[in-house]
């Protein structure tokens, strides 16, 4: 048997391959909408990917099962658990196999079979996997957002997200007897989730890319409360903002993404265009870093730096709106990469990051924004002189701020910008400076005359001995 592990680190999201050497075929676990990578491995190993299984109807990314079944005709299994809102409407498009509690589907040698884990969603399933060549028994699961390595999924996403009244309180619930079921299989097995730490489908996954049953039992936090009403609390409580785009995923993997047949190719756009578009009224995002998007940038854009594109686009992009990027040329492939992951295909064209210097050259006056330091901005703090905006989520507030901070989450500032701006100096702070970048980037795009950017953030307040509040 053949087992690859596919890693995306903006979405944290895991996906796997798995073959049997003796057939030559393989099946990919949750896979993503970029095939390509798939295809190459399989090739690289002498295989042909027959199939693509998923375990639920994923909120925070584009699957990618439907390209394969178009690329390479894949069988797709899809769970059919659930009542009639948690059904795949495309399924009948192509050869599939809907998969109820027990049910077995394979190639070769290799047999998965199918547990239904409901909790998260109510039709998750989870993939018992056997390698036939070696034994009869299980040697691992395929948890998708069941069970991550020290956490379990979320069940309150869609209530979050998209005011599904009701689902999270049920979720909880049905998720306490799918841990207890859980909790029998034997403990060497291996447990490869879908996602790793940093995804927003639970509150504190860990980094390793796998664990076992028998340790998740041992140290898993939800594995060691026995009453049902006092999980349910727990499981709820201390969930990060669900990102507001989880609905139109959860959607778009309901109904059958778009095909791509390989990734967007945008059109290169000449430097002038550039202002024509922002005067216009276009989105254009800057992909270039804090540091050189504060030295200078074209009035009305909004920065979000590339390693931050696949997380915070769905936040701040308007699904079916036509946008722009400006992007390095060796940057261009990842940035349309982490867009199409989470399904914003409407990149009407790119211009490359030197088109900045060229209207600099042209008389074009860039605008600029300032970054300092705690020590620097401490007394104009304390004094009020400038308003103090932390852009970070809920959790890490709670945790400790800043005195005289005002929370603003950053996934709502482009609904709350007009509350904030009133003529005082803006002082954007997040954890550590990354996502303060783009809020500046967002409060000056909406009219704040000064903005500056906190370095270091939170952390370096507190580095530097200063006080906080909780």
């Known amino acids: 048997m053949l087992l690859k592990y596919f890693y995306d680190e903006q979405l944290a999201h895991a996906s796997y391959l798995v073959g049997c050497q003796a057939s030559g075929e393989a099946i990919v676990v949750d896979p993503n909408r970029d095939v390509d990578m798939y295809l190459r491995v399989a090739e690289a190993n002498n295989m042909r990917i027959v199939g693509a299984a998923e375990t639920h109807i994923h909120a925070d990314y584009v699957s990618g099962s439907r390209e394969l079944a178009e690329r390479v005709g894949a069988k797709l299994y899809l769970s059919d658990e659930g009542d009639e809102n948690w059904k795949y409407e495309f399924a009948d498009q192509y050869e599939s196999m809907l998969l109820k509690d027990g049910d077995t589907f394979g190639m ?7 547990m239904h884990t409901p909790g998260h969603t109510p039709e998750h399933i989870s993939f018992l996997l056997t390698d036939g060549a070696k034994t009869d028994e299980p040697v691992g699961i395929f948890t998708g957002d069941f069970v991550f390595v020290g956490d379990i999924g979320r069940p309150d996403l869609l209530e979050e997200a998209a005011g599904m009244v009701g689902t999270a309180d049920a979720g909880a619930h049905q998720m306490f007897p799918s841990l207890k079921r859980f909790a029998k299989l034997p403990d060497h097995l291996q447990v490869w989730p879908a996602h790793g730490a940093g995804s927003a489908c639970g509150k504190a996954l860990g980094a390793m890319p796998s664990t076992t049953v028998g340790y998740e039992k041992a140290f898993g936090w939800a594995f060691q409360i026995e009453d049902e009403d006092e999980f349910v609390k727990a499981l709820l409580e201390g969930q990060p903002e669900a990102p507001k785009y989880f ?3 959860k959607k778009v993997n309901k109904v059958g993404p778009n095909v791509l047949n390989g990734m967007p190719n945008p059109t290169l756009q000449p430097a002038h265009r550039l202002t024509e578009l922002v005067e216009q ?6 992909t270039r870093s804090a540091e050189r998007f504060a030295a200078g940038h074209v009035a009305g854009t909004l920065n979000i730096p590339i390693e931050w594109l696949g997380s915070w686009a769905g936040w701040l992009l308007e699904y079916h709106q036509p946008f722009y990027l400006i992007a390095d040329e060796n940057n261009l492939a990842e940035a349309i990469h982490g867009l199409t992951y989470i399904g914003l295909d409407e990149v009407a064209g ?3 990051a030197h088109s900045l ?4 050259e042209h008389g074009v006056e860039l605008q600029t924004y300032d970054m300092a330091t705690p020590d620097e901005l401490a007394d104009d ?11 970070r989520g809920k959790g890490e507030w709670a945790e400790g701020h800043i005195p005289g901070a005002h929370h603003y989450m950053l996934g709502y500032l482009l609904d709350t910008a007009d509350e904030i701006i009133n003529g005082k100096p803006i002082v954007v702070q997040c954890q550590t400076g990354g996502r303060a970048a783009i809020g500046a980037s967002i409060l000056q795009a909406k009219g704040a005359e000064r903005v500056i950017n906190m370095t270091g953030g939170f952390n370096a307040w507190e580095t530097a001995g200063k006080s906080i509040e909780n």
């Open 108 to 114: 070769g040698k290799v047999k998965f079979t199918v």
């Open 247 to 249: 609905a139109e995923m």
């Open 281 to 286: 009224g276009a989105v254009v995002v800057d």
């Open 350 to 352: 790119y211009f490359e």
């Open 357 to 360: 210097d060229v209207l600099a």
């Open 381 to 391: 703090i304390s004094s009020g002189d400038v308003l103090l905006v932390d852009v």
